[in-house]
């Protein structure tokens, strides 16, 4: 930064500090260093929105947005992403394809990020909807930037599957007016279990 009289002065932020993008110098300092000096510097920021997100099974999914609130100048800022279920949900760029981190760097700090998340197709049916938590962790040699603890995503599924009962029999099935049984497959959740039932005439 230079002073109005021409003098040079550096601007150098307390430790997890950063200049912040509008710095100006307008004062003096001593040694040729103005230390942390209030607005100049602020603390660094990266902001993940919404919290959460609903999804329908196999549906077209939902978005969130990364975008880092403060500047990134000389090192990269890398921000992992990844579902503690990676057999639930897809991860993916606004170009639809899958990924697993951002990086921000001088020239793009200021514009948010989509990802969008998609729940997986399955014919497994949930006794529950499904919630699966997206993760972030930072990266930079910046450490003011790598210390950073970002809030996971939670992500709600609602199973779009059904149990089904197939009913199987092997040959001719007779049934009489009084009481009658017959094997049945019951193939719920992918399950084979063989079933008796039992049938009675109404009085």
Not at 65 to 89: R, S
Not at 171 to 178: H, I, K, R
Request: charged share 15%.
């Amino acid at each position: 930064f230079d002073l109005d009289h021409g003098e040079s002065c550096a601007l150098q932020c307390a430790q997890g500090r950063i200049a912040a993008a509008d710095s100006t110098m307008t004062t003096t300092c001593e040694a040729g260093v103005l230390l942390d000096p209030g607005p100049q510097c602020v603390s660094p920021g990266i902001t993940i929105t919404p919290s959460s997100l609903n999804l329908l099974e196999g549906g077209d999914g939902d978005v969130f947005y990364i975008q880092a609130l403060t500047p990134v100048y000389d090192d990269p800022v890398t921000v992992a992403i990844a579902a503690d279920d990676a057999t639930a949900v897809e991860i993916l760029d606004s170009d639809g394809n899958s990924v697993s981190q951002v990086q921000f760097t001088a020239e793009n700090w200021n514009s948010p990020v989509t990802i969008t998340v998609a729940a997986i197709q399955n014919t497994k049916v949930a006794s529950t909807d499904v919630s699966v938590s997206v993760g972030f962790s930072v990266a930079s040699v910046n450490t003011a930037y790598s210390s950073l603890s970002l809030e996971p995503v939670t992500v709600n599924i609602e199973d779009d599957d059904y149990a089904a009962i197939n009913v199987v029999t092997s040959g001719e099935l007779s049934v009489s007016e009084t009481s009658s049984s017959l094997d049945a497959c019951d193939r719920s959740n992918d399950a084979t279990q063989y079933v008796q039932y039992s049938l009675s005439s109404e009085p």
